[in-house]
């Protein structure tokens, strides 16, 4: 069992780490469709670590269901805080 990040900055680690296995070369034994999971893992973890840094209270759900679930719901306004 992988541990989880507790911090922004763990977050952003493993983000940065999904993106650089995206970033590889593809090869004949790589599909896209794994390179795309490694991205949208990335962003997801990228989120994740906005989240903790904004305070927001969240939880996370299987990915076979919805995800991340932010309390209250927010809008695309808070990606526009951080950008």
């Known amino acids: 069992m992988v541990r989880e990040a507790s911090t922004p900055r763990k977050w952003l680690k493993r983000a940065k780490s999904n993106l650089a296995i995206a970033r590889q070369p593809r090869t004949d034994e790589i599909s896209w469709e794994d390179l795309c999971f ?3 893992q990335a962003a997801e973890k990228a989120l994740k670590a906005v ?30 805080d951080v950008a």
């Open 38 to 40: 490694e991205v949208q």
């Open 51 to 80: 989240v903790l840094a904004k305070g927001i209270k969240f939880r996370l759900e299987s990915r076979s269901r919805r995800g991340l679930i932010l309390y209250p719901p927010v809008t695309l306004q808070l990606l526009r």
